[in-house]
């Protein structure tokens, strides 16, 4: 089925994508960093979560998304959504270190 889509239509989608690859590469990068931080926590013992730090992050970026107009809850439940990965892969860090 071919339909043309309006100019003001295909021209929002491409900042949508623009946008969108700009995530993938900002969470890539995180991920990178976060792999770094499971390597020093097996290296020193110490445990895969941190909650202590989860509380004050989502505290900030609760703060953050309330100055830019993004609903709060849904910022947390996007940074508890990568830190639970985050964990998973420092559980697993952690457990092949141990098995070295
Ligand atoms: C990255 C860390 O490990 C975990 C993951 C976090 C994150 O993804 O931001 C934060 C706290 C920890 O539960 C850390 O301790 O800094």
């Known amino acids: ?3 043309t889509i309006p100019a003001e239509l295909a021209s929002a989608r ?3 994508d623009n946008i ?3 995530l993938i590469h900002l969470l890539a990068e995180r991920f990178k960093c976060t792999q770094r931080v499971g390597h020093i ?3 020193l013992g110490l445990p895969p979560s ?3 730090r989860e509380a004050e992050q989502i505290r900030r970026l609760r703060a953050l998304a309330e100055d830019a107009g993004l609903d709060p809850v849904f910022a947390e439940k996007f940074l508890s959504f990568i830190v639970e990965e985050v964990i998973r892969h420092h559980v697993a860090t952690a457990e092949q270190r141990q098995s070295d």
Request: glycine share 14%.
């Open 20 to 22: 969108d690859a700009a």
């Open 41 to 43: 926590k097996a290296d």
């Open 14 to 16: 491409g900042t949508i």
């Open 1 to 3: 089925m071919s339909e």
């Open 50 to 52: 941190d909650p202590g």
